[in-house]
């Protein structure tokens, strides 16, 4: 990694508000950016009257990728953190401060230089821990929609509202995956494999519900990887897929995407209500019993699933796949209560 000291001891600046004068610096990757490179930078900052500051930062690397039907996802977040959306968050709800943005044009790369913020992530994280987030996300997408400020209308670089619906699409068209939950050899349950092709028959009369639904501003990869819960508070992190969709369509990612799958139906029963709940605080949403969730989530994730089957290095996977489509068509029968 390429470090320019110059530009660390500007962020550090930043972060302490105070000026720095000297860093040294240790790099260490850091899981998760499967399109960035993500490091965490440690070591002892040194400001002009020679006090010294231990301190944490992150530095996310993206370089210019194309994701399908989404061409300049690559430079999103930067364009985002350049943009007044930091105003939106609450205090519960907000992504990490950035303390310096570069955007190199002729090499294509973006560096963020971000707040590091220690928490329980990914699959550590609690019931309780679900709910907030579906709570908060509901409240923060309702104030937005019933609000719309300003820095919506002047945001140009976002995800359409048809990305959802273009790549289930994309998916359908694919034999890999459709034809094989039709074949003979599919080593899916029937009730499986019925609950998939069921999806595919009726996806034009649900897809008209679903597009009757409100359009809010989705992060659009809200999963348990890019929460973090510190001090009863939610970051959330890597928006490069974030734009216009539907309501529910980020809480289909919190349920079903790499879920916790001893819980899948659990949290779908909490977190649907707290989501609508706090979303009814700023704007009129449809009866909980409309919602559109469970399709949502077969919609996204369903042939993903499939596709996961089919590629995985051994049955254990093969196995997650399974049981995660199992747990979604026990959410059908699962009662959700307003």
Not at 115 to 123: M, P, Q, T
Not at 203 to 218: G, S
Not at 235 to 245: N, Q, R, V
Request: net charge negative.
């Amino acid at each position: 990694m390429n470090l320019n000291f110059e530009t660390l001891t500007y962020a550090l600046s930043q972060k302490f508000k105070k000026e720095i004068v000297s860093a040294d610096c240790q790099a260490k990757s850091l899981q998760g950016g499967t399109v960035g490179n993500v490091n965490l930078l440690t070591g002892i900052a040194e400001t002009a009257a020679g006090e010294k500051l231990p301190y944490r930062i992150v530095l996310k690397i993206q370089k210019k990728w194309e994701r399908y039907g989404d061409p300049d996802s690559w430079r999103r977040e930067y364009d985002l953190y350049a943009s007044d959306l930091a105003a939106t968050f609450s205090e519960v709800l907000r992504w990490p401060t950035c303390y310096h943005a570069e955007m190199n044009a002729e090499e294509n790369e973006s560096r963020l230089w971000l707040e590091y913020i220690d928490g329980v992530s990914g699959l550590d994280l609690t019931g309780d821990m679900y709910e907030q987030a579906a709570l908060e996300l509901g409240r923060y997408q309702g104030r937005l929609y019933a609000e719309q400020p300003a820095v919506l209308q002047s945001l140009t670089n976002l995800s359409h509202a048809d990305l959802m619906k273009n790549t289930y699409l994309h998916y359908r068209s694919w034999p890999v995956v459709y034809d094989y939950i039709r074949s003979e050899d599919c080593e899916f349950p029937s009730h499986l494999r019925q609950m998939l092709i069921a999806i595919d028959e009726h996806a034009d009369e649900i897809f008209a519900r679903i597009e009757q639904l409100p359009l809010v501003l989705c992060h659009r990869d809200f999963w348990v990887t890019n929460l973090i819960h510190a001090d009863g508070k939610i970051a959330l992190i890597d928006w490069d897929t974030s734009g216009w969709g539907y309501l529910g369509e980020d809480l289909a990612s919190l349920i079903a995407d790499e879920a916790d799958v001893d819980h899948m139906v659990e949290y779908y029963q909490r977190c649907v209500p707290a989501y609508y709940k706090g979303f009814s605080e700023y704007a009129d949403v449809p009866p909980v019993a409309e919602h559109c969730v469970y399709e949502l989530i077969l919609l996204i994730f369903g042939y993903r699933m499939v596709e996961g089957f089919l590629h995985a290095e051994d049955e254990e996977g093969k196995r997650k796949n399974l049981d995660m489509l199992q747990k979604i068509y026990e959410m059908k029968a699962s009662p959700v209560q307003g």
